[in-house]
């Protein structure tokens, strides 16, 4: 069983930058793929990034260029930086995590935090 808490959400102007973090309680952490999908009200969950486990990125094409993943062994905490935000990426942000191939989709996903908020007001 993974645990995953996220952090970093608030309410930002557009353009603003955000940085979220994902502290994972399982000791394998380096074993799983982690990933970031985000969820608006009325909308799909949809992608957002992702870290594969064999330390290949991902990105949904609205976010490349702007959003970028990182994540630090060490302290078992995967990150989302996030640079000019604007406000259609206003959403609950999930971290999740994965030992399935797929890191672009989300029923490849098993374990889920509770979400963080983001919104991006203009």
């Known amino acids: 069983q993974v645990q995953l808490v996220e952090s970093g959400g608030g309410l930002v102007q557009a353009g603003d930058s955000l940085r979220l973090s994902c502290v994972a309680s399982?000791?394998?952490?380096?074993?799983?793929?982690m990933g970031w999908f985000r969820q608006a009200p009325g909308k799909e969950r949809e992608f957002v990034a992702a870290?594969?486990?064999?330390?290949?990125?991902y990105y949904a094409n609205s976010v490349k260029g702007r959003f970028t993943i990182s994540r630090d062994y060490a302290k078992n905490t995967v990150y989302l930086e996030m640079n000019s935000l604007k406000p259609e990426d206003s959403a609950v942000y999930y971290c999740?995590?994965?030992?399935?191939?797929?890191?672009?989709?989300?029923?490849?996903?098993?374990?889920w935090g509770q979400g963080t908020q983001v919104t991006v007001s203009s």
């Open positions: 399982q000791g394998t952490f380096k074993r799983y793929t």
């Open positions: 870290f594969s486990w064999n330390g290949n990125t």
């Open positions: 999740a995590a994965t030992r399935r191939p797929n890191p672009t989709e989300s029923p490849e996903y098993d374990y």
